[in-house]
């Protein structure tokens, strides 16, 4: 049905500025975190995405009050004595990141109780090194009906070494040891521009944390923290979202309010690949080049390529001049835009963990649906370049992460509805 449908008009080059959304992937951790602070958080730069309006429910679902101020601004009003657990099954299945509620209850009210996350389309979410991670700091946990129960009776601070630097597994322990007495030694650590914002939130409340944006995280436990205001960082794979549909729609878009830094990788690839790519003091200006030169690409924990960019250079990769090689190597299941991207005249072989894209002259529109976020972005940018129009369905998973993206997209001369 139309409703949750996007139709893409192919064939208009970008031209113009756009300015990018705060990130969804730290205003989500900064909202389960704001629960740790009795009063009230105030959060600037946060997204009007569906994943946040889905956390505000969850929010009021357990006592935190949350409300949009006149400002653009979210207020999240924490009450005195205990929040109310678990958050309803409902609401968690529809956000994976409801399950950093595990760091930010115990370390509020000593107990927990989440809900394993359910499989969603990019791979099974497990949370084996959140649990390994909460219970070196003391926390008993057992699983029961497809929830986790957890408890503090004597915390003490721990050493984790994580086996894969998972950002989720990361931030729970990082919230939990905040309010853990004692040192946390965190090792292997993920070092995502997320985790960093989290950690400067939390020593803004009170917290002592030092070493995010490394391997090693140390974290000394305090009695209390504190409510604040925090604006929070831009979103670096909007932003990379945006610099593609630059180079893949053949014109020019500069991308503002970024933090150069956290797109290295991605600014790296675009050359590779021919686009112009610079950064001034407003942003990054992206020029698409005179055609799109294969690269491979391996995605890995940052600071290597991020996973959540993939989707997005597969299809550049689509219309360039060779093959490309995509190894994904932080999921095990996100290749699913392939058969799509195929669908609109791409030529696309998937080995396993590994995806060739041999680049054709042409993609042309037609009927194609979103697996997951991400793929779902990917495939407005393949439209914006196909011959035709294409209708990309189930694009209720689009609006999850990306603030205003037709409105955003058509001020640059796209024809999106
Ligand atoms: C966060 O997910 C992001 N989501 C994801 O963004 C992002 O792709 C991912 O980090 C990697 O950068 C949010 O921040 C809300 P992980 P997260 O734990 O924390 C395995 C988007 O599109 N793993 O780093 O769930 C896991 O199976 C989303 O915005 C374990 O094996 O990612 C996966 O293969 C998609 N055991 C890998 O680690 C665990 O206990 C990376 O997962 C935890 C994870």
């Known amino acids: ?173 990082m919230m939990l040891a905040a309010k853990t007495p004692g040192i946390t030694i965190i090792e292997n650590a993920a070092k995502e521009p997320e985790i960093v914002d989290l950690a400067n939130f939390l020593n803004a409340m009170g917290a002592k944390i030092r070493g995010t944006g490394t391997d090693v995280i140390k974290v000394e436990g305090v009695e209390e923290l504190k409510a604040i205001r925090h604006a929070i960082i831009p979103d670096r794979i909007e932003a990379g979202t945006f610099m593609v549909a630059a180079a893949i729609s053949g014109g020019e878009i500069l991308v503002e309010n970024v933090i150069p830094t956290h797109l290295h990788p991605v600014v790296a690839k675009l050359k590779e690949m021919g686009a112009f790519v610079e950064e001034n003091d407003q942003g990054i200006l992206v020029r698409a080049g005179e055609k799109v030169m294969p690269v491979d690409i391996k995605t890995l924990p940052y600071p290597g390529f991020p996973t959540d960019m993939q989707s997005q250079m597969m299809a550049l990769l689509c219309l360039s001049r060779g093959s490309s090689i995509i190894v994904e190597n932080v999921f095990e299941n996100r290749f699913q835009i392939v058969d799509e991207l195929n669908r609109m005249g791409a030529k696309i072989k998937v080995e396993g963990h590994t995806a060739v894209v041999e680049g054709v002259k042409t993609l042309y529109g037609t009927r194609v649906k979103a697996t997951d976020l991400r793929a779902g972005a990917a495939l407005v940018l393949a439209a914006l370049a196909a011959r035709g129009q294409t209708v990309i369905e189930n694009a209720i998973h689009i609006f999850r992460g990306y603030e205003n993206l037709s409105e955003k997209l058509n001020q640059l001369g796209a024809k999106v509805q």
């Open 1 to 173: 049905m139309l409703k949750d449908s996007l139709l893409v008009e192919g064939g208009h080059p970008l031209y113009g500025k756009v300015r990018v959304s705060g990130a969804k992937n730290a205003g989500l951790v900064l909202m389960t975190a704001s629960i740790m602070a009795d009063g009230e958080t105030i959060l600037d730069n946060l997204p009007r995405i569906r994943d946040v309006e889905v956390m505000i429910q969850i929010l009021n679902d357990i006592g935190a009050k949350s409300k949009w101020n006149e400002d653009g601004s979210l207020s999240i009003c924490s009450p005195a004595g205990s929040l109310k657990n678990p958050t309803s099954y409902e609401l968690a299945k529809k956000l994976r990141a409801s399950n950093l509620f595990l760091g930010a209850m115990l370390g509020r009210q000593a107990e927990a109780v989440v809900s394993l996350p359910g499989g969603c389309d990019i791979g099974s979410r497990p949370m084996d090194l959140h649990l390994k991670g909460v219970q070196a700091l003391g926390a008993e946990t057992q699983i029961e009906h497809g929830y986790i129960y957890a408890s503090m009776k004597h915390g003490r601070g721990g050493r984790v070494y994580l086996d894969f630097p998972s950002v989720g597994a990361t931030e729970n322990i």
